[in-house]
């Protein structure tokens, strides 16, 4: 589960606008607001490094924050939206929405998987097929998962991992509301080609060899 709640530091931003904005990227800064709950939205600008740091990290999205600004109380918040200049693909806008403890929100949390070497189907040669590497999931805000984990242990060529197989954190549901498949081990390519070549040789030999095979 979720371990402590990073800290990530604003400053407040009193003028708005293109030009504010853009003085604001020239100083190494990078403009946001912050809307959502009881409270007017708050215009913040970001250090860059700090906030390039955090997004090459990874999961900057499904990341609750404990956002600090000079003048306000602490806040917890969970990034909306990045707006990246379309040339060189840097942040050059960011978007957070306040959140309570107990707000339910939709993210997209990443799967891992473990335990692969205790997995038959595996040892076998067969391949593991990940369908979603990611599942979107309404979580609480207070309790957001990292990640995602899922045991393989046990599983042979064929078997299918599937949402309702896996145990979620206390609190999380998928926001599909169907079973849907996460994952799949395969048989290796050439088991696969040995099949098919089987069964080609099958559906093209006369009936009458095939009696004889059999007998």
């Known amino acids: 589960m979720a371990g402590a709640i990073p800290d990530l530091q604003g400053i407040e931003r009193t003028k708005t606008g293109k030009g504010p904005a853009g003085q604001a990227r020239r100083d190494g ?3 946001g607001i912050v809307f959502g709950g009881d409270t007017e939205p708050l215009a913040i600008n970001i250090p860059f490094n ?7 990290a ?5 990341t609750l924050f404990n956002l600090k600004v000079n003048g306000y109380d602490d806040v ?15 942040p050059v806008h960011v978007d957070f929405m306040r959140l309570r403890r107990s707000t339910k929100i939709n993210l997209f949390i990443p799967i ?3 335990n692969e070497k205790d997995a038959p189907g595996i040892r076998r040669g067969g391949v593991l097929t990940i369908v979603r590497p990611e599942i979107e999931l309404l979580v609480t805000a207070g309790d957001i998962p990292e990640i995602i984990k899922i045991d393989l242990t046990g599983l042979d060529i064929g078997d299918v991992v599937t949402i309702s ?3 979620l954190p206390s609190g999380a549901k998928p926001v599909i509301d169907r079973d849907f498949v996460i994952a799949n081990i395969s048989a290796p390519s050439a088991l696969r080609s040995q099949t098919e ?6 559906e093209s030999a006369p ?3 095939i009696e004889n095979e059999e007998n």
Request: hydrophobic share 35%; charged share 45%; proline share 2%.
């Open 50 to 56: 700090e906030l390039l740091k955090r997004l090459r």
């Open 207 to 209: 009936s009458e060899e």
């Open 197 to 202: 070549e089987e069964t080609e040789v099958l």
């Open 76 to 90: 917890r918040v969970i990034c909306r939206d990045v707006q990246r200049d379309v040339i060189k693909d840097l």
């Open 112 to 114: 891992e998987f473990e």
């Open 165 to 167: 197989s896996i145990n």
């Open 58 to 62: 990874g999961r900057f999205k499904s």
């Open 29 to 31: 800064l990078v403009p």
